[in-house]
């Protein structure tokens, strides 16, 4: 895919993780967290109302088993140690409000306690190091949390369910993950944002896995706002794997596109238009699909451009062919003292990138 250059990326502030902003809350009984909630955004702090941050409302990371986690960059190496304290001192916190919720269910609602050893089961955690890394292992997953290149990296590993048996421990799913844990940390590396590597693999925001065979499920969503033109973001997803939600497994590709504008893209507007030709055919990797330009009225008189093309996947193997999205959208709003792009600007670099997008 060819993007413009000077481009910002939709990430995790990385203070959010090594600094979060003290934000308690409680249930009217005991504290149940301490801290601002971190989300991926176009600014320094997220926070979910403003445009920074509703500019990347759409970006997602899902490669495999894993959720996916990836910070902005530090000025200075981080220091990974005290990270590594926080994430104990996180995780304890998490036990120790475990724990009050069951001090205050058997007081309010006389429902027993689990035994001690029981409890101890299903929250003991083994936090073990590796090159870069570091690992927080509990009786249901994994976690991965890696250092380089001035970033964070998180990956969330999928829980398994509690079988209930005392055989499912934390020290079983060390034995169990290690194999995989070790293969991903051995075939992962940090990749510069427009950086093609030359073996094969899979590539995320400033990250590299190698040895992918093209075909793991995958969600992978990343918004780019232009610098010179903030109003203007680039979102591209690569869906293969069943989505968790939405309309893609119910509609066609025109009635999801609309189902695009009418829920999702430039919402607040008051009318919008499509642009004729209303229905664009077009082409991402190769394969065939519809785009659309629209034209969206706000109340106060406003006047936002977007365009959309969508390339339906294969339902039944969307790992194998999956579904393409990209849109080129505007928030005037956000231009910031420069002049919003202009609508034919907007379809030439949207029409240029669609062009650009095939698999290597």
Not at 257 to 281: F, G, M, T
Request: glycine share 8%.
């Amino acid at each position: 895919m060819q993007l413009p250059d000077g481009l910002d990326v939709g990430l995790y502030p990385i203070e959010g993780f090594t600094n979060p902003e003290e934000q308690p809350e409680g249930n009217g009984f005991f504290i149940t967290s301490r801290y601002a909630r971190n989300g991926i955004t176009f600014g320094d702090k997220y926070n979910r109302a403003k445009a920074d941050s509703i500019q990347a409302q759409f970006s997602s990371l899902y490669y495999g088993n894993y959720e996916l986690d990836v910070s902005s960059e530090e000025k200075t190496p981080v220091d990974f140690s005290a990270y590594k304290e926080r994430v104990a001192d996180s995780i304890n916190f998490v036990i120790e409000v475990a724990r009050k919720y069951e001090e205050r269910d058997l007081k309010l609602l006389n429902k027993p306690m689990e035994t001690k050893a029981e409890f101890n089961r299903k929250h003991e955690y083994i936090l073990k190091d590796y090159p870069n890394a570091f690992v927080n292992y509990d009786y249901r997953g994994y976690t991965v949390y890696i250092n380089s290149g001035k970033r964070l990296y998180h990956f969330w590993g999928r829980n398994a369910k509690d079988s209930g048996e005392k055989s499912q421990t934390t020290e079983m799913q060390v034995r169990k993950s290690e194999p995989e844990v070790l293969s991903l940390l051995n075939r992962f590396r940090p990749r510069k944002l427009y950086e093609v590597p030359t073996e094969q693999g899979f590539c995320l925001p400033y990250g590299f896995i190698a040895g992918d065979s093209g075909h793991e499920p995958r969600n992978i969503g990343i918004t780019y706002r232009l610098q010179n033109h903030p109003d203007v973001t680039i979102f591209f997803q690569d869906l293969g794997m069943k989505p968790k939600a939405g309309k893609e497994d119910d509609l066609n590709e025109k009635d999801y596109v609309i189902w695009l504008w009418n829920w999702q893209y430039q919402w607040s507007a008051v009318s919008k238009e499509l642009i004729k030709p209303k229905w664009r055919s077009i082409e991402m990797d190769g394969r065939k699909g519809v785009g659309t330009f629209v034209k969206s009225v706000y109340k106060d008189g406003g006047l936002n451009y977007g365009y959309v093309a969508y390339v339906q996947g294969d339902r039944q193997a969307r790992n194998l062919k999956p579904d393409l999205l990209l849109y080129v959208m505007q928030d005037s709003r956000q231009a910031r003292g420069n002049p919003p792009m202009d609508k034919d600007e907007l379809e030439k670099l949207a029409e240029h990138i669609v062009s650009s997008i095939k698999r290597r």
